[in-house]
């Protein structure tokens, strides 16, 4: 079994900072392989943000947030973050960790939703401007 739980979400002003954490639980037969962060704001689609394989240098971010937000895993720890810096109001949404069972990352399969079946139960972020 696997079970992710974030936490970490808040209220900050556009330009402060935020840490997002999910704790990755893994029990019995269960496994994960890559990551990834996703966000919904409230009357969109929910969109990806972030994704991490191996090694954990290989990460990929959506456009809107290279350069200010950064993803890492936690070996040790199985902790997946995402240190978001420079926020602006348009990060303002609810964001979700998600864990494939497969590490391959290739054709840009990473942005997809139906990668992960593994999903935690969302933390809000609330940026005002």
């Known amino acids: 079994q696997v079970q992710l739980v974030e936490s970490g979400g808040g209220s900050v002003q556009a330009g402060g900072s935020l840490l997002l954490s999910c704790v990755v639980s893994?029990?019995?037969?269960?496994?994960?392989?890559?990551k990834a962060w996703f966000r919904q704001a409230t009357g969109k689609e929910r969109e990806w943000v972030a994704a991490?394989?191996?090694?954990?240098?290989?990460?990929r971010y959506e456009d809107s947030v290279q350069g200010r937000f950064t993803i890492s895993f936690d070996d040790a720890k199985s902790i997946l973050y995402l240190q978001m810096n420079n926020l602006k109001a348009e990060d303002t949404a609810r964001y979700y960790c998600a864990a494939s069972s497969q590490w391959w990352m290739s054709r840009e399969n990473w942005r997809r939703s139906d990668e992960y079946p593994y999903w935690g139960q969302g933390t809000q972020v609330t940026v005002s401007s």
């Open positions: 991490i394989g191996t090694p954990r240098t290989n990460t």
């Open positions: 893994v029990s019995g037969s269960g496994y994960t392989g890559k």
